[in-house]
């Protein structure tokens, strides 16, 4: 089996796990700790049964997200400098090994920001289930939700409150 039948799979895989997590969410029939609102495990959300769900591409948000451009800006600017200044391959391996590193607390500052954010908007508008877009499996963005209402999507809310701050 391929690498690209293995992500389809686990494309597959992923959309039938969430179909049946909102499903079991619906009904009150997921067992849940009690939540900060005292609700029993499997409880209705408060107020009755009506269920409160929004959909995000955080791929889209992650591109739309003022503070990457900056932080990617400032890469290539290190980047092109050290192109002026190492000669050899074992002072560039030196420094690309360090720039990788960069890259990786870069993007996990940013992806901290993001969810961070996506908790603090469910919060407030008292949201009971973000839910993922989109995945990517070898390099194919596969829809994990096939239908949403328009009002649903908070995508481009979360960018904005984002470069707001």
Known sequence: MSSRDNGIILAASTIAFLAALVLAVGRGSLPTASGAD?????????????????VVDVARVFEGYGKKK??????????????????????AKEFTDALKEKQRAALAELREDILKEIRTYAEVKKIDLVIEKNVTADEVHWPIVHHARAGLDITAEIIRRLNAS
Do not use: Q
């Not at 029993?40 to 769900?53: C, D, F, M, V």
């Not at 050290?82 to 002072?91: D, N, Q, T």
């Open 38 to 54: 005292g609700r029993p495990p499997g409880a209705p959300p408060a107020g009755g049964t009506n269920l409160r769900i929004a």
């Open 70 to 91: 900056e932080i990617e800006d400032r890469l290539v600017a290190e980047v092109a400098e050290a192109e002026k200044k190492y000669k050899s391959r074992e002072e």
